[in-house]
């Protein structure tokens, strides 16, 4: 796994990504990594700063690496409005073009400067981590107001992401092991709660939304799960427990793989489904039986790890078929990187390689914690 990042992915993006003229990075890249538009996605100048930041620190002390880190972290203020949020979208040279309410670009901007952070050990480059931090976790906490996406005096329901995102967001902050330390603890522990105890986990699925006093809702969106986004929690949920010693944390992070495997797993054709109704009833979301690149990524993690602390072998068969259908189908041999987007019956939907929602994250993310477990057999280094 180790040789595919660093002779494959990274470099993809290396090659074809980093914009020096402007500052940042470009995702909109087309099948052999030519730019197709020059928008700039701000959540991933967030996750390519922390990509290349921790490949920096934790595969290889590629100078390759922190030279794109430090161009990507230098065109951070251009995405930041004046009032701390960051936007959406902008120009390739840095103008607003869209700002949405959910805060994701800022917990993306937090990581991405703590990890690069630790490369460099500069004092402002931690100060705007935690500054990026705060601003998310007061819309999380709604210390900041936030527009609401529908209407909460006929619908108010919450989701599951904030929480799952902030809990990984506090993960990477508390692995500073600065004096905030503890308040990044209790912030963990206060996002491991909501995504265990906040009406999401059923029996019977890990439910996207709920109501706000965490009850079913028995409707199109009450209804749906999203395997990709419930295999993401489940590891955030079991590396917290490894951190913390929290065998219940643990556990319920196993439960979750159990009740969502059955769920989204194609007996048919493989790989994991994007959406699924609860109830078996017809899901709104049009795309739903695609397979997309990064819920196989949260997948794989997921099954490495859960073989990992309980040793049972339906775990490890499992990732490695998973593993293999995704070097089959989405792995491109010819330009490298990985497909996004494929048919239920895994065929291309579309040749790119990057978008406003693709481009160095999740991919580079599962081969980094995979080449850390083949080396160690164990997730701990890949956390520090």
């Known amino acids: 796994m180790k040789k595919m990042l660093v002779e494959n992915i990274l470099p993809f993006w290396l090659e074809h990504s980093i914009d020096y003229k402007n500052g940042g990075i470009y995702t909109q890249v087309d099948e052999k990594?030519?730019?197709?538009?020059?928008?700039?996605?701000?959540?991933?100048?967030?996750?390519?700063?922390?990509?290349?930041?921790?490949?920096?620190?934790?595969?290889?002390?590629?100078?390759?690496?922190?030279?794109?880190?430090?161009?990507?972290?230098?065109?951070?203020?251009?995405?930041?409005?004046t009032d701390g949020r960051m936007f959406f979208t902008v120009t390739e040279d840095g103008k607003k073009l869209q700002k949405r309410t959910y805060y994701f670009s800022e917990t993306f901007a937090a990581i991405g400067c703590a990890e690069y952070y630790?490369?460099?050990?500069?004092?402002?480059?931690?100060?705007?981590?935690?500054?990026?931090?705060?601003?998310?976790?007061?819309?999380f906490t709604g210390v900041r107001q936030t527009?609401?996406?529908?209407?909460?005096?006929?619908?108010?329901?919450?989701?599951?992401?904030?929480?799952?995102?902030?809990?990984?967001?506090?993960?990477?902050m508390r692995s500073i092991g600065d004096d905030d330390k503890e308040f990044?603890?209790?912030?963990?522990?206060?996002?491991?709660?909501?995504?265990?105890?906040?009406?999401?986990?059923?029996?019977?699925?890990?439910l996207e939304s709920v109501s706000v006093d965490g009850a079913f809702v028995d409707s199109p969106d009450g209804r749906i799960v999203n395997p990709g986004h419930s295999l993401e929690a489940a590891w955030f949920v079991m590396l917290e427990g490894v951190l913390t010693d929290n065998q219940q944390a643990i556990d319920a992070g196993k439960k979750i793989i159990d009740i969502t495997l059955p769920l989204g797993w194609d007996e048919k054709y493989g790989g994991i489904l994007m959406f699924v109704d609860i109830n078996g009833r017809p899901p709104l979301q049009l795309e739903?039986?695609?397979?997309?690149?990064?819920?196989?990524?949260?997948?794989?993690?997921?099954?490495?790890?859960?073989?990992?602390?309980?040793?049972?072998?339906?775990?490890?068969?499992?990732?490695?078929?998973?593993?293999?259908?995704?070097?089959?189908?989405?792995?491109?041999?010819?330009?490298?990187?990985?497909?996004?987007?494929?048919?239920?019956?895994?065929?291309?939907?579309?040749?790119?390689?990057?978008?406003?929602?693709?481009?160095?994250?999740?991919?580079?993310?599962?081969?980094?914690?995979?080449a850390v477990m083949d080396e160690d057999g164990a997730i701990d280094r890949y956390a520090q």
Not at 184 to 206: I, W
């Open 33 to 81: 990594g030519e730019l197709f538009g020059t928008d700039k996605s701000v959540w991933f100048q967030g996750r390519a700063l922390w990509t290349f930041s921790k490949a920096y620190n934790l595969i290889e002390q590629n100078p390759k690496y922190l030279k794109a880190a430090e161009n990507i972290y230098n065109f951070l203020p251009k995405c930041t409005d």
């Open 118 to 139: 630790k490369a460099t050990k500069r004092p402002e480059v931690l100060a705007a981590a935690k500054q990026y931090f705060t601003v998310a976790y007061e819309c």
């Open 147 to 172: 527009a609401p996406k529908g209407s909460p005096e006929n619908q108010n329901m919450k989701a599951l992401s904030p929480a799952m995102i902030m809990l990984s967001t506090a993960q990477v």
């Open 184 to 206: 990044y603890n209790t912030v963990a522990t206060e996002c491991l709660n909501e995504v265990l105890n906040g009406g999401y986990l059923t029996d019977r699925g890990m």
């Open 288 to 370: 739903w039986d695609m397979k997309k690149w990064w819920p196989q990524c949260e997948a794989m993690i997921a099954l490495r790890l859960a073989y990992q602390l309980f040793g049972d072998e339906k775990y490890g068969k499992k990732y490695e078929e998973l593993k293999a259908y995704c070097e089959k189908y989405f792995v491109d041999p010819t330009y490298g990187e990985w497909y996004g987007y494929l048919h239920y019956d895994n065929t291309v939907s579309i040749s790119l390689k990057g978008n406003i929602f693709k481009g160095p994250f999740h991919i580079p993310r599962l081969y980094m914690i995979m």
